[in-house]
Structures are given as C-alpha cells and as structure tokens.
C-alpha cells in the first residue's frame, strides 16, 4: 500500500510542451485518509534533478530514507493524477517536513484558503 510522501519510480508517458514526461521518480501527495481506501487514481508531484529555483518547486536533499541519490526538485507546478498502475516501484519516502512544504506550496498553486 502506498503512503503519503512516498518517493515512486513511474512512467508519466510522452510530454506535449513543457510537462513532465517519461520516466520519472515523483512524490505521493494524495492523503493518507485516501490512500487507505486503495484508490486507483492518485496525485503525485514529479522530481526532477534540474535544479532551477522556480518558487513552484522545493528542492529535496537525498537521505537513508527517501530513496534519492541526487538532489532534486519537487515540480509542485506539475501535480498529476495518475493510475496507481503507473506506479513501477517506492523508492523511500520524503517524510513530515517535506510533505508539508509541499501540500503548502500545492496550497498556494492552487489558491487553497489556509
């Protein structure tokens, strides 16, 4: 079963424009209380490792935990709902703090009164 702030290895498929594409690790943003019901469709913000400091992204140090070896950027200005069949493998996970400051990020993207 698949948690909040899981770090997952999927294939997002070919890009049109600027969006994210191919193969790519992302992180779950879908929360927990939906998660436990084992949706089929969740939301995921892909990582990539072009750091380019957009205030759109937070950027994510690798650790024991999260399953990154680079540091990378959560593109918050990409969530995705995707099938959990998309879903190859979890490589980690994000964990509390990271998790927060993207929910808030995704709050601000969205227009999400706090």
């Known amino acids: 079963m698949l948690s909040s702030g899981d770090v997952v290895e999927l294939d997002l498929g070919s890009p049109t424009g600027r969006e994210a ?28 490792t072009t750091i380019r400091g957009f205030q759109s992204e ?19 200005q990409h969530i995705r709902a995707i099938s959990t069949g998309r879903v190859e493998e979890v490589r980690g996970n994000v964990g ?5 400051q993207i929910r808030e990020l995704l709050g601000t993207i969205l227009d999400v009164p706090t």
């Open 58 to 76: 937070i950027d994510l140090e690798p650790d024991e935990t999260n399953g990154l070896t680079r540091t990378s950027a959560a593109q918050c």
């Open 21 to 48: 594409g191919f193969r790519h690790p992302a992180v779950v943003v879908t929360a927990q209380r939906i998660l436990d019901t084992e949706p089929s469709v969740i939301q995921v913000v892909p990582l990539t």
């Open 96 to 100: 509390s703090i990271p998790i927060t």
